[in-house]
């Protein structure tokens, strides 16, 4: 009887925390982020990018925040220094909007991030985006670009260890050390002598 009631507990958990999330999600989400250079040209050391993010409206009456905060946190996968993004409502139609804001890349790289539209500090989106992969048909208009917040040019972190050398040294170290500690075991077990 108990495993029965424990199985049906764990289905009932299960079922609710596959309903959770659609359940917690707000009337306004972060449907993706781009990113697209202000001239239109590839992107270049030095040069500003202009981050647009796309949100959606679940619900018709809910209304769009005038503002919002991308915090870049990850560059490749590897945690670096945060660079706030500032972003502005730039358009919005019908149950969309676009916000943008306008920062400077450390490299061509990945970029991970949160986004908080208005002052809900409480609703964050997860946003990923490929400073390499500048967008083709760019969805805000240079002159709207000209008027947005721009994020101060921050300096490049200095490359990590593993970053510049890769992961092989360091997995030949951890290889060597546990080696040796087998080594050190084996000899110290007793030995049995034949008579």
């Known amino acids: 009887m108990r495993r029965i009631l424990l199985a049906l507990s764990l289905v009932l958990l299960t079922a609710l925390a596959a309903v959770t999330p659609a359940a917690a999600k707000g009337p306004i989400y972060v449907a993706g982020a781009t990113v ?3 001239d239109g040209q590839p992107w270049a ?3 500003p990018v202009t981050l647009v993010v796309s949100a959606r409206r679940v619900q018709s009456d809910a209304q769009f925040p005038t503002s919002g905060l991308a915090v870049i946190m990850q560059t490749d996968s590897e945690r670096t220094k945060c660079i706030d993004v500032p ?3 730039v358009s919005t139609s019908d149950d969309s909007a676009l916000y943008a804001g306008v920062f400077y890349p450390f490299r061509a790289a990945i970029y991970d991030g949160k986004v908080q539209l208005g002052d ?3 609703e964050t ?4 985006f490929d400073v390499s992969k500048i967008a083709v ?3 805000v208009s240079p002159i709207a670009t000209s008027r947005l917040p721009v ?3 921050a300096q490049q972190p200095a490359d990590t260890l593993s970053s510049a050398l890769g992961a ?3 997995a030949a170290l951890i290889l060597a050390f546990w080696s040796a500690v087998a080594v050190l075991i084996l000899r110290r077990q007793p030995r049995t002598r034949m008579a």
């Open 120 to 122: 809900n500090a409480q």
């Open 168 to 170: 092989a040294p360091f």
């Open 137 to 139: 048909a760019a969805p």
């Open 125 to 128: 989106f997860d946003i990923t």
């Open 87 to 89: 972003l502005k409502l």
């Open 45 to 47: 050391t030095g040069k």
């Open 36 to 38: 697209q250079t202000p």
């Open 151 to 153: 994020a101060p040019a």
